[in-house]
């Protein structure tokens, strides 16, 4: 059974920083890629940044400098670290498994059937 937590979230200024979290059951984490989406409402949800099992990260180019995706296979979490937040990053974060074939992403939603709750992330302006 697929397990996603996220947290982290809130609301901040423009400029300010937040650092979200997500905790998986084994099945998902242990042998895939993962990564961080979000969904603002009326728009299709996006991958913003995913990391590979051996711990190599890749971002979208709207969070590429600000924003750091982690994880500590240790405690089968991923975390995103998000700096320089502006008001078009508001949305929900999700975590899950990232589509990734040597290096390449699908950057839009993949379908998935299960999602966690998500995070909501606001950035006034």
């Known amino acids: 059974q697929v397990q996603l937590v996220e947290s982290g979230g809130g609301l901040v200024q423009t400029g300010g920083s937040l650092r979200l979290s997500c905790a998986a059951n084994?099945?998902?984490?242990?042998?895939?890629?993962m990564g961080w989406y979000r969904r603002v409402p009326g728009k299709q949800r996006e991958l913003v940044a995913g990391?590979?099992?051996?711990?190599?990260?890749t971002y979208a180019d709207s969070v590429k400098g600000r924003f750091t995706i982690s994880r500590d296979n240790a405690k089968n979490s991923v975390y995103l670290q998000m700096n320089s937040l502006k008001p078009e990053d508001t949305a929900v974060y999700y975590c899950?498994?990232?589509?990734?074939?040597?290096?390449?992403?699908?950057?839009?939603?993949?379908?998935?059937?299960?999602w966690g709750q998500g995070t909501q992330v606001t950035v006034s302006s």
């Open positions: 899950n498994t990232a589509r990734e074939q040597r290096g390449f992403y699908y950057w839009s939603d993949p379908g998935y059937a299960y």
């Open positions: 084994d099945d998902i984490y242990r042998r895939n890629t």
């Open positions: 990391i590979t099992v051996s711990g190599v990260p």
